[in-house]
């Protein structure tokens, strides 16, 4: 038997720590799911840029890991829950990749499977109290974000760095104070969760205005008084820079709400704010572009467009 002034349970989604804790945690249901795979491509698919592509296809995220290797991310609605399970789940997943809007779909869904093909629930999960008498959480054990955000490791570091601040900042007490840890974290993972919400309403969930909903959030991103860009930027500045009066639940429901599109044309419907904002944390150098590809450069970070 071991014991232990204090407990850091980092054991994942079905921490066992929590349950013993009686720690609880809120839930918030998939509208999206996250299919994944490991593939060497063929010839003629650039390596030097990551790239993110979204339109009436569902939203196609890859991941260069080495020169013939990357990693390719699906992400749509209910109907990608079992679409890609199975033996002939491979195939299916790349099929499904060359369909997309990325400008090397057709020699992208020539890949070959270099691991498995795994599909996960764009779910996310909470608690405002991520510790107990002695005990504490953090990373998935404390509650995970849709993993369309892509921010499981960065949170699991934020919350390393906090927990060891609070141990060593408690003057060698056996039970620290976690409530500023709790506070922070709940903050946090609100902003990201709806950040999570904006995306997956925008460009991955099933539904007939698809299009519509991806040049919607383009031309929003594309306003300078965009409502949407404060709260995505979030991802990457860090969830505590969008500012309170930017934090709108309302943002997914009104991207869901888009009229579709009238047949041969194209109708810009960029989100107003209802209040005058503050002043804005990253200044006005982003851009919108719906219905296209998003090309990131691994060497520089820059952002361009593929028309």
Request: overall charge neutral; proline content about 8%; glycine content about 12%.
């Amino acid at each position: 038997e071991v014991r232990a002034q204090l407990i850091v349970g980092a054991d994942g989604r079905r921490s066992t720590t929590r349950r013993q804790a009686g720690i609880s945690l809120d839930q918030e249901e998939a509208t999206t799911w996250v299919s994944g795979m490991l593939v060497e491509h063929p010839d003629g698919v650039p390596n030097e840029f990551d790239a993110t592509a979204a339109g009436e296809h569902p939203l196609m995220v890859l991941n260069h890991q080495s020169d013939r290797r990357t990693r390719v991310y699906l992400c749509g609605g209910p109907s990608l829950k079992e679409r890609h399970a199975g033996p002939n789940g491979p195939r299916r997943f790349l099929e499904d990749c060359g369909t997309t809007c990325y400008p090397w779909a057709p020699q992208l869904a020539q890949a070959k499977p270099a691991g498995p093909c795994a599909t996960f629930p764009g779910d996310d999960s909470w608690t405002d109290t991520p510790f107990a008498r002695n005990v504490v959480l953090i990373g998935d054990a404390a509650g995970h974000t849709d993993p369309i955000m892509g921010q499981g490791l960065s949170i699991a570091l934020r919350d390393v760095r906090i927990v060891a601040e609070t141990i060593t900042g408690s003057g060698g007490s056996c039970s620290p104070d976690f409530s500023g840890y709790g506070a922070e974290r709940s903050r946090r993972l609100e902003r990201l969760r709806l950040a999570a919400n904006i995306i997956a309403a925008a460009t991955a969930e099933d539904a007939p205005n698809r299009r519509a909903r991806v040049d919607l959030l383009g031309d929003d991103l594309a306003a300078e008084d965009s409502r949407i860009r404060p709260v995505l930027f979030g991802g990457f500045a860090g969830p505590e820079t969008v500012a309170d009066h930017a934090v709108d639940h309302s943002l997914p429901d009104l991207i869901r709400n888009v009229p579709s599109l009238r047949r041969g044309g194209r109708d810009p419907v960029p989100l107003r704010r209802s209040v005058r904002p503050g002043p804005s944390v990253l200044g006005q150098g982003a851009s919108g572009h719906g219905g296209h590809p998003s090309l990131r450069p691994r060497t520089t970070g820059r952002v361009a467009s593929c028309q």
